[in-house]
């Protein structure tokens, strides 16, 4: 079984749409990020819920918006998609903010 | 600002060399300290962690670290490199100080020629 798995894998689409990316974690765990890497391959966080509240929020655009039904779950849906949002989204679990557990990421491509 | 460097964005060594990369963080009196590989088109894999305790982690496929607090350093070593740990290669630092997130270095590159 996938600890994190995300989907989609891959994601392409145009410019001014609105797209999702879900994310599950069957770990237990009570903390869920989202972390963006650039096409530089540098990783920066973007958000962090704990227990589906959010706890950090990283100066990301208001086009972004993560929601998390439950412990287990925490997507994110992305309006208005800019050609500059191309990137791979990666998802990741933690017990008390410990060491991150990854998903396999989702590139996405805006055209 | 939170930083982590890694001061080699690519390294080439040949198969059955030894290995070092370098990490090194900004602050921090108790951080947590990781690597993680990622190969390519893959998510990423924590190769080791370090928390407290001994200085020298073992991780997963022969890799070591040693946290050096005096130097801010949390090298990676591995003593032979096979041609299959050719990745990126991700240190991080997280814990309290560093607002319970992870801030990652900005990976290096390992190749392995044969």
């Known amino acids: 079984d996938t600890a994190v798995s995300q989907t989609p894998k891959y994601l392409v689409t145009q410019m001014g749409n609105d797209k999702s990316i879900k994310c599950e974690q069957n770990l237990g765990h009570d903390t869920m990020y989202w972390y963006k890497q650039d096409s530089k391959k540098f990783l920066k966080i973007m958000f962090s819920?704990?227990?589906?509240?959010?706890?950090i929020n990283e100066t990301v655009p208001n086009r972004f918006s993560p929601k998390s039904p439950d412990k287990a779950h925490l997507n994110l849906h992305i309006n208005s998609l800019e050609l500059g949002d191309s990137a791979v989204y990666f998802c990741?679990?933690?017990?008390?903010?410990?060491?991150?557990?990854f998903g396999q990421g989702t590139r996405l491509t805006v055209v | 600002a939170q930083s982590v460097t890694q001061p080699d964005i690519h390294i080439t060594v040949s198969e059955g060399a030894s290995l070092e990369l370098r990490c090194n963080y900004s602050y921090g009196a108790t951080p947590y300290l990781f690597w993680y590989v990622q190969s390519p088109g893959q998510g990423l894999q924590l190769l080791l962690k370090?928390?407290?305790?001994?200085?020298l982690v073992q991780g997963i496929k022969g890799f070591e670290a040693e946290f050096k607090r005096s130097q801010s350093s949390f090298n990676l070593r591995k003593p032979s490199v096979h041609w299959s740990d050719a990745a990126e290669y991700f240190c991080a630092v997280g814990g309290m100080e560093y607002g319970n997130k992870l801030v990652f270095g900005a990976g290096t590159i390992l190749r392995v020629k044969s």
């Open positions: 370090y928390f407290s305790g001994d200085t």
């Open positions: 819920y704990n227990n589906k509240e959010l706890i």
């Open positions: 990741a679990s933690s017990h008390n903010t410990a060491e991150a557990f």
